[in-house]
C-alpha cells in the first residue's frame, strides 16, 4: 500500500522587532516576505515610526542603568551574549549560510569571528577610559580631568554584508562605552539580526539596552536622523543620497554622526575593523576642574 502524501504545512516563524526585551509584532502591521530562491522562508515585521519612538523610549529608560553599571560588570554582560552565540552557533550558522549565500566555510568563519568579536570588546569595557582619560596641566591650584563619557542613545544602521559581523561590529563599541542603542538590522539578511536578538534575550543585557529594528533604512534612518532623544547615529557610507540626508538631518539637532567608510567583506574580518577608537566615537570627553590639596 503507497505511502499516503502528508498535508502538513511547515510552520514558518514570524521574525518579530526586538525592543524593551520582548519581541513583538511592528505597530502597523506590516510584514515582508523573505525567500529562498522561489521557495518562501518566513515573514520579517516591518517597523513603522511608531516602532523607532517606542526603541528610542526604551533606550533612553535604561541608559542611566546601564551607564551606571561598574565597567567590569558590563564586561562581564557582554562576555555573556558571547557565551550565548557559543551556545545558538548552529543556529547562526544557518542563517548567516542562508540570508548570505554561504559557503559552510564562510559561514563558520563568520560566526566564529563574530563571537571572537564580542568577547575582544566585552575586554575593553573596564580599560578603554583610561586611555581616553588624561591628566591635563594647568596654571594655578586647581587640578583639571578629562575623562570620557558615554554619548547617550545611539541609533545604528548595519551593514548589509557581512550581515553577522557588520552588525556586532558596530553595536559592541556603543554598548561597551556605556550607551543604549537603537539598531536597524541589514535588509539582506535581517533574519540573523533577530537571531542575535535572541542571543541577547537569554544574556544578561538589560532590558532596552539594545533594541532590533527591521525594515528599511531609507525609512528608519530618516526618522533616527530627526528624533529629538536620538544623541549619535552610526553609519556606513554606501548610499550616497541617503548619507547626506542623514547628515543633513542630524546636523539639525546637533546630532553626532558617525560614518564606516564603504568596504568589502573581507575587511570586516581584518583587525582594522576592532579598535579603541570606533569605541571612543560614542563617547564625549568632559573635563572637570577641581582645587589641588581639596
Known amino acids: 500500500m503507497a505511502k499516503e502524501e502528508s498535508t502538513r504545512l511547515a510552520v514558518r516563524k514570524m521574525y518579530k522587532l526586538f525592543i524593551n526585551g520582548a519581541f513583538v509584532r511592528s505597530e502597523s502591521g506590516r510584514s515582508d ?3 529562498n530562491g522561489r521557495e518562501f522562508a518566513a515573514n520579517v515585521a516591518r517597523a513603522s515610526r511608531k516602532d523607532v519612538r517606542d526603541a528610542v523610549v526604551a533606550a533612553r529608560a535604561a541608559a542611566p542603568k546601564w551607564q551606571a553599571t561598574a ?6 554582560v557582554l562576555y555573556r551574549l558571547a557565551e550565548m552565540m557559543e551556545a545558538r552557533r548552529e543556529e547562526l550558522l544557518q542563517r548567516v549560510a ?4 554561504l559557503t559552510p566555510e564562510d559561514a563558520e568563519a563568520e560566526v566564529t569571528a563574530s563571537i571572537d568579536r564580542v568577547v575582544w570588546y566585552a575586554g575593553w569595557c573596564d580599560k578603554f577610559n583610561a586611555l581616553l582619560s588624561a591628566r591635563n596641566p594647568v596654571g594655578g591650584p586647581h587640578l583639571n580631568f578629562s575623562t570620557a563619557e558615554p554619548t547617550g542613545v545611539v541609533a545604528l544602521l548595519a551593514p548589509d554584508q557581512p550581515a553577522l559581523l557588520g552588525l556586532v561590529s558596530v553595536l559592541l563599541p556603543a554598548l561597551v562605552a556605556g550607551n543604549a542603542a537603537v539598531l536597524v538590522a541589514s535588509e539582506r539578511d535581517p533574519r540573523t539580526a533577530i537571531a542575535l536578538a535572541e542571543t541577547l534575550a537569554t544574556s544578561d543585557v538589560p532590558a532596552g539596552v539594545a533594541n532590533v529594528l527591521t525594515g528599511f533604512r531609507s525609512e528608519l534612518g530618516p526618522i533616527l536622523a530627526k528624533h529629538m532623544n536620538v544623541d549619535a547615529l552610526g553609519f556606513v557610507d554606501d548610499d550616497p543620497p541617503l548619507t547626506k540626508e542623514l547628515q543633513s538631518q542630524a546636523a539639525g539637532n546637533v546630532k553626532r554622526t558617525h560614518l564606516f567608510e564603504k568596504r568589502g567583506r573581507a575587511w570586516w574580518f581584518g583587525t582594522e575593523a576592532q579598535s579603541l577608537d570606533e569605541i571612543a566615537a560614542y563617547t564625549e570627553i568632559k573635563t572637570i576642574w577641581h582645587p589641588a590639596g581639596i
Open 33 to 35: 516576505p523573505l525567500w
Open 71 to 76: 565597567p567590569a560588570s558590563r564586561g562581564l
Open 98 to 101: 542562508e540570508g548570505c549565500d
